[in-house]
């Protein structure tokens, strides 16, 4: 249907005028709602908006009762807006009064009109209104017109989102967009950070909606596809990685929706509307977002993240914005929020404005979690959709600890968090003060407490925490992060510098520990029922032993002089580790052989974290120098629960009996044979944890930095001969009549040591 006022790209550019005119809110949406009206020669013009309480509410209306205005209010799934609200889809009736949904509302005096035409208001696939036409006559909206209303609805969500609306909303009801949230997730990296969102992926900007030159705009959208396909072609030509998870597969898909005809045919027509070429490309998105995040298939769910790809790429060639810009100009306290993301991509970014990430995919085994733990900022994973949930600049609360999101925290909430951080800093400033102390208990035992690392930037952790050495220096970080394999020079430029930054103490580098979920994402991925028992560690480094002995010779050249010591992971018998010290002793010949230096001392030893070496410990302490417990793999096998595995990782105690017999087993056969037994799982740096590892007679743990104050000062509290009375029965006779854990902790607390 042709209508009298000239068709929708007079209708956008009325809405422009419309938007840029210094008058309130609520005069600019009642202005809006008459010029749609006259524009598509309608009687009722409406907007809903959704607010955080999931009701809509009648904003603005010409043609209902005026009175109606911020009065009326509807359930998502009530009436034929609340239909359209739920289901995001536009729906256009000649008569409304007939469809099953439709329900009446006397105050808005609706009864007389028939024809109804309702689009949703979306953004980013989000629905935040309704936006409803409507006509006494029984009529039939065409396509053009359905087009029209969408595209107007489009103008109305950037007016949405920019929060003007938020001043009529009535107090305590604030718009969906902008409302209180609480976002569950799981725990990264532990702390509490307070600040503001930034996308790690920013949405482009896009500052022109409307266009006058249609024709200009296709002709500007068809280039850039062009160039779009160009570069992915090239990409994929050169099967290159352009950061984590961006491989041939995702590529592949891309390049298939670039060539997707209905895709084209759709941005062709909303550029048809009187949209630049950019804001259609937001709009067919917003839609198939909208639709493809109903799907229950997860295929159809997972090609949203491709398309959301294609988009992206696509807008930032018709913008020629980078994401590098918004990287320098981060705000002081950046929480980043992220689909996903490369560990490499997180170092990238300027630590000192970092409070924090969030993740929507990925859980603490996820690779940036350790770059995340490293580097020392709070960070949450697996939070559903919390990239459609924010907009940049939110206010946002990260809780680590807890593995909670506060988005728009309301001010008592975020008095709280506020508190709690300071409380975190204060203690920090407090272990800090330890730096130089011994953890010696009460009684005069001195624990070691020395540190986990893997990246450079955990190094200067060794200088701030007083660390007594690096105990477990996890080398397949370094492969991780990279693009492609390490060469030897790397590694030993890497080792160097541990050397360099540990000055006289000593470090315990283990060799590669890959496999299981430690994947490098330029290797061939094999395939396996069960990974985690699989190929893996130091069962690929004797299968490949090139692999092990160019990382080895790394090693030893880097610690010629000083004091080496290696270890091996996922040892399970001792011919196993026979086997590696073997190809140690070739590689220190070849090395002499060559005129190199070897180390001052190098000592080797074994990773006990196989069940199968508890039951031959004290042979294995007649052939190693020392012994290392891996108590996160040592638990996951001893008592069969994939530490990954949410559902199952809790389902044991690591202080409970019989774990702590195996652990004080482990600590009783080095002392026997005067073999050094150090603990570098994560249990070593919990506090309470650490207590019971002293009582089983641990005299050496090894731990992630921020642990090491805790630690210290919970250790330093401790008489640990009485300790030791408490327990030993719980452990030797199975005395059950409360958990360890609990007998422990009401222990700690009775006798003042801080946990
Ligand atoms: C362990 O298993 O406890 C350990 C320290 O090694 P990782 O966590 O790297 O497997
Ligand atoms: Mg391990």
């Not at 609306?165 to 305590?172: E, F, K, V, Y």
């Not at 010591?565 to 590689?587: H, K, L, Q």
């Not at 002293?694 to 731990?703: E, K, N, Q």
Request: glycine residues 8%; charged residues 25%.
């Amino acid at each position: 249907m042709r209508n009298a006022l000239g068709g929708p790209r007079l209708l956008l550019r009325r809405l422009r005028e419309a938007m840029a005119e210094p008058i309130s809110a609520q005069a600019r949406l009642d202005k809006i709602v008459v010029t749609i009206a006259a524009n598509m020669v309608a009687e009722v013009c409406s907007v809903y908006v959704l607010r955080g309480d999931g009701r809509l509410e009648l904003y603005a209306t010409e043609g209902l009762n005026r009175e109606a205005v911020h009065l009326t209010t509807m359930r998502a799934g009530e009436g034929l807006v609340g239909l359209i609200a739920e289901s995001a889809e536009p729906l256009a009736l000649d008569d409304a009064q007939s469809h099953p949904a439709f329900s009446y509302k006397p105050e808005t005096g609706e009864e007389i009109y028939h024809a109804f035409l309702g689009v949703p208001i979306l953004r980013g696939g989000a629905t935040l209104g309704v936006l409803v036409v409507q006509n006494r006559a029984r009529r039939i909206y065409s396509e053009e017109e359905v087009e029209a209303a969408q595209t107007t609805a489009m103008l109305l969500a950037e007016m949405i989102a920019s929060g003007e609306l938020q001043a009529l909303a009535q107090p305590g009801d604030p718009t969906a967009l902008r409302r209180a949230m609480t976002l569950h997730g799981a725990t990264l990296a532990e702390g509490v950070g307070l600040g503001h969102v930034v996308l790690h992926e920013p949405r482009v900007v896009i500052k022109q909606l409307v266009a006058e030159d249609p024709a200009a705009e296709t002709a500007r959208l068809e280039a850039a596809i062009q160039a779009l396909r160009d570069e992915i072609d090239t990409l994929i030509d050169r099967g290159d990685r352009l950061g984590a998870g961006e491989h041939r597969e995702v590529l592949e898909t891309v390049r298939m929706f670039a060539n997707d005809r209905g895709w084209i045919r759709r941005l062709r027509e909303a550029i048809a509307t009187g949209l630049t070429a950019e804001a259609a490309v937001e709009r067919v998105q917003s839609d198939a977002r909208a639709k493809l995040q109903r799907q229950t298939d997860p295929y159809l769910r997972d090609r949203l993240h491709d398309l959301d790809d294609l988009a992206h790429r696509l807008l930032h060639q018709l913008t020629g914005q980078s994401f590098v810009e918004a990287r320098e100009i981060l705000p002081d306290n950046a929480i980043l929020v992220a689909r996903t993301m490369g560990p490499a991509a997180l170092l990238d970014y300027p630590r000192a404005k970092l409070r924090g990430l969030v993740l929507e995919h990925g859980g603490a085994t996820a690779h940036v979690a350790i770059v995340a733990r490293a580097i020392g900022i709070p960070a949450v994973g697996d939070v559903a959709n919390v990239t459609d949930l924010v907009e940049p600049g939110d206010a946002i609360i990260i809780d680590g600890n807890a593995g909670d999101v506060q988005l728009r925290p309301a001010t008592d909430v975020e008095a709280a968090y506020a508190e709690k951080a300071r409380l975190r800093a204060r203690r920090q400033e407090q272990y800090r003060a330890l730096r130089d102390a011994p953890a010696m208990t009460r009684d005069g035992v001195d624990v070691k407490l020395n540190m986990n690392a893997g990246l450079v930037v955990d190094l200067q952790h060794v200088e701030e925490t007083g660390a007594a050495s690096i105990g477990l220096f996890r080398t397949e970080l370094q492969f991780m992060i990279a693009a492609r394999f390490p060469r030897a020079s790397e590694q030993e430029s890497l080792y160097r510098r541990v050397f360099e930054a540990v000055g006289d103490k000593p470090v315990t580098f283990r060799t590669l520990d890959i496999g299981s979920d430690k994947v490098l994402p330029y290797m061939v991925k094999v395939e396996e029922e069960n990974p985690a028992l699989g190929w893996r560690a130091i069962r690929i480094g004797l299968d490949r032993p090139g692999l092990l002995r160019m990382q080895l010779r790394a090693m030893l050249r880097a610690g010629a002089g000083r004091d080496l010591r290696i270890m091996f992971p996922m040892v399970a018998s001792i011919g196993e580790f026979e086997a590696a010290r073997a190809i140690v002793v070739r590689e220190c010949a070849h090395l002499a052989r060559h005129g190199y230096p070897a180390p001052r001392d190098l000592k080797l030893g074994v990773m006990v974290e196989v069940p199968s070496l508890l039951f031959e410990l004290d042979a294995l302490c007649r052939r190693v120098d020392f012994l290392s417990v891996g108590s996160n793999d040592l638990m996951q096998y001893l008592f069969a629960a994939d530490r990954d595995n949410r559902r199952v990782a809790h389902r044991f105690d690591p202080l409970s009996p019989p774990a702590l017999a195996a652990l004080g087993a482990i600590a009783q056969a080095g002392a026997r044979a005067g073999v050094p037994v150090t603990l570098c799982g994560e249990m070593g740096g919990k506090p309470l944890d650490a207590l019971a590892l002293a009582a089983v007679g641990y005299r050496s743990l090894s731990m992630s930095p921020a642990s090491i104050g805790p630690v210290k000062a919970a250790l330093r509290a401790v008489d640990l001969a009485e300790l030791r009375t408490m327990l030993r029965p719980l452990i030797d006779d199975g005395d059950d009549s409360a958990p360890v854990r609990e007998k422990l902790r009401a222990y700690a607390e009775a006798n003042d040591i801080p946990l």
